[in-house]
């Protein structure tokens, strides 16, 4: 196995993780080209609630000032809804002391401020270009751009494509082997997310999140007149829905009677995006070949709100182990290993605590019991929660 060349790094995708990547090792003096297929700003289905964790990587980035700038300010408060409709209060400073806060952040805009810190920093991004295929010829990946007839290559890439990873489609439909056997090492969820903006008139941007049989929902306003409507349904719920916001808020969101009074004052402004076949929050896979960050390396519980920063977080280890990797001189294969290693280290214990919560959570039966015992651990559990 060869040392790995100092060619450009190749990033694919530039959604958080991507980005992240890429302005941490720009800060750290790689070249790097990053590919997307989308065309910047662009859309995408998310809950929009930036946890605290998620602050000290967009400042060591040197893109807080800026994401603050353009937020409708600190989210402090947090109410779980059980599917009786009692309420539990969480606030932001009990997750982290030093950014106490978290965000409401529109994707449209964060996703296109991380792309142009990383292209001020020199990183060449090809935008409205797709990899269709990847193949690894000794040391070195050749990338196939679906409108480029030359290959990008390198010793080192980083796939940061998101949770339907290209990259690993391909491997599944046998183009190319990225991974072995993935079926074997995937839990498949089969949940299906929807989410739309809403005209509401609110003075809080307090995040609220409501259980009901067959999923949960949150309402998380982004501007004094605008909502992200979020919603986690099981696939037996989402196919009785029939179309149309009124209907899919009747079966669903509404059955719970504290989110009735917010929804009475929501007025669809955009249709809704909906994705499904989303992988559930698993063990870290032993079998990628490619280093790979955000959702492409594991898809976070939604439930938890720590997607966004577990793809900043993933984009920023990534880079560090990749600059480390070329100092000690490993091969591409060595620095995956190295990199799996500190992942687990990091998030391992973590992970666990989040698919743990929301069984605990969402358990109809469990949450009678314990939303009037658990107030008092709050503070604590939300510290545990880091
Ligand atoms: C219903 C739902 C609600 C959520 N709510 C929240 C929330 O409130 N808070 C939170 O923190 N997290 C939330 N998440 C999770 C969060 O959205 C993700 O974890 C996060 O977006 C992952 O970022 P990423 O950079 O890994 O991937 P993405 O943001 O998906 O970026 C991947 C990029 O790769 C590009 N790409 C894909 N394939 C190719 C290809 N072949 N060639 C080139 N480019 C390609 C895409 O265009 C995209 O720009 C939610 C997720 C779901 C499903």
């Given at each position: 196995m060869k040392r790995m060349e100092k060619t450009s790094i190749l990033i694919c995708g530039g959604g958080l993780g991507g980005s992240a990547c890429a302005i941490h090792l720009a800060q750290l003096g790689y070249p790097v080209i990053l590919v997307d297929k989308a065309c910047f700003p662009r859309k995408k289905l998310c809950?929009?609630?930036?946890?605290?964790?998620?602050m000290p990587i967009l400042d060591s980035l040197g893109v807080l000032k800026s994401v603050l700038s353009v937020s409708?300010?600190?989210?402090?408060n947090i109410y779980l809804y059980n599917a009786a409709g009692k309420r539990l209060h969480i606030r932001t400073n009990w997750i982290r002391k030093d950014y106490p806060y978290a965000l409401a952040q529109p994707r449209m805009v964060l996703d296109n401020l991380l792309l142009n810190k990383a292209k001020t920093l020199g990183v060449q991004v090809i935008e409205?270009?797709?990899?269709i295929a990847c193949e690894q010829v000794d040391d070195l990946f050749f990338l196939t751009l679906n409108s480029s007839p030359e290959k990008l290559s390198s010793s080192c890439i980083v796939d940061a494509?998101?949770?339907?990873?290209r990259l690993s489609a391909l491997s599944r439909r046998g183009e190319?082997?990225?991974?072995?056997?993935?079926k074997k090492h995937h839990y498949i969820e089969k949940h299906v997310g929807i989410q739309c903006h809403l005209r509401i008139n609110t003075e809080t941007n307090d995040l609220s999140m409501f259980f009901f049989k067959g999923g949960y929902g949150g309402i998380q306003p982004i501007s004094n007149e605008i909502a992200n409507l979020c919603l986690w349904l099981t696939p037996e719920l989402a196919q009785k829905i029939p179309l149309g916001l009124p209907a899919l808020l009747e079966a669903s969101i509404s059955q719970n009677p504290a989110a009735r009074p917010f929804l009475t004052r929501l007025e669809t402004i955009e249709p809704f995006e909906t994705a499904a076949g989303l992988h559930q929050l698993h063990l870290l896979e032993k079998s990628k070949k490619i280093i790979s960050v955000g959702d492409a390396q594991l898809t976070v519980?939604?439930?938890?709100?720590?997607g966004m920063s577990h793809a900043l977080r993933t984009g920023v280890l990534a880079a560090e182990c990749i600059h480390h990797a070329f100092n000690q001189g490993y091969s591409y294969q060595e620095s995956l290993a190295f990199y799996t290693t500190r992942y687990q280290q990091v998030f391992g214990k973590h992970l666990v605590s989040l698919r743990l919560g929301r069984h605990f959570l969402s358990s109809p039966i469990l949450q009678k019991c314990l939303w009037p015992i658990l107030p008092p651990f709050l503070p604590f559990l939300t510290a545990l929660y880091r």
């Open positions: 809950g929009e609630f930036l946890g605290p964790d998620a409708n300010g600190p989210v402090q409205d270009q797709s990899i494509s998101g949770r339907n990873s190319v082997s990225l991974r072995d056997s993935p519980e939604p439930f938890s709100g720590f």
